[in-house]
T-cell receptor, first 113, second 112 residues
Framework: AQTVTQSQPEMSVQEAETVTLSCTYD???????LFWYKQPPSRQMILVIR??????QNATENRFSVNFQKAAKSFSLKISDSQLGDTAMYFC??????????FGQGTELSVKP | KAGVTQTPRYLIKTRGQQVTLSCSPI?????VSWYQQTPGQGLQFLFE???????NKGNFPGRFSGRQFSNSRSEMNVSTLELGDSALYLC???????????FGPGTRLLVL
């Protein structure tokens, strides 16, 4: 069975600092996609960043970047220059079948002024 | 393009009733997936519809069902509601870049 594990239920960071959220997954598939979603208090699920497993280059989106280690099945999210608006629940997600995402349990990130 | 829309946004029902939730995907998207989010179980996949056919199904009882119309709008139905069905129900449509799902704002269901 495919699983996604986020081992940090809660994290906090000072504004303008850098924070890294961890995610590991388990799959026997070779082709798949990984995502980080953000869910602020409004509960709207917002795509932060995506990574195709066949690409060795780590994805980046402005202040957000990932460290994708395929052999280790690790997919961490780094947030640079943290902002108050980054406060949210962050979910790591996996799919090998487009319409079916498997989510981790989430990491609640607090950015403190 | 307009995003994924879900109606209603909030619902209160009593045990034993049934409920129907609606989801309209982003224009041009043909796949719609449904998820249940609860504090205890987290985010769980319910089912996916593509071109009016169920393409994937999660591990939920038969009380949970869905359908998709020719315009890609989807509905999910929960019959004989139980207290444990209280949750945020999220709908997502699949688009580009490849295999990327975009979520609606969700429907909060409270079962009393």
């Amino acid at each position: 069975a495919q699983t996604v594990t986020q081992s940090q239920p809660e994290m906090s960071v000072q504004e303008a600092e850098t924070v890294t959220l961890s995610c590991t997954y388990d799959t026997s598939e070779n082709n798949y996609y990984l995502f980080w979603y953000k869910q602020p208090p409004s509960r709207q699920m917002i795509l932060v960043i995506r990574q195709e497993a066949y690409k060795q280059q780590n994805a980046t989106e402005n202040r957000f970047s990932v460290n994708f280690q395929k052999a280790a099945k690790s997919f961490s999210l780094k947030i640079s220059d943290s902002q108050l608006g980054d406060t949210a629940m962050y979910f790591c997600a996996f799919t090998s079948q487009g319409g079916k995402l498997i989510f981790g349990q989430g990491t609640e990130l607090s950015v403190k002024p | 393009k307009a995003g994924v829309t879900q109606t209603p946004r909030y619902l209160i029902k009593t045990r034993g009733q049934q409920v129907t939730l609606s989801c309209s995907p982003i224009s041009g998207h043909r796949s719609v997936s449904w998820y249940q989010q609860t504090p205890g179980q987290g985010l769980q996949f319910l089912f996916e519809y593509f071109s009016e056919t169920q393409r994937n199904k999660g591990n939920f009882p038969g009380r949970f069902s869905g359908r998709q119309f020719s315009n890609s709008r989807s509905e999910m139905n929960v019959s004989t509601l139980e207290l444990g069905d209280s949750a945020l129900y999220l709908c997502a449509s699949l688009g580009t870049p490849q295999e990327t799902q975009y979520f609606g704002p969700g429907t909060r269901l409270l079962v009393l």
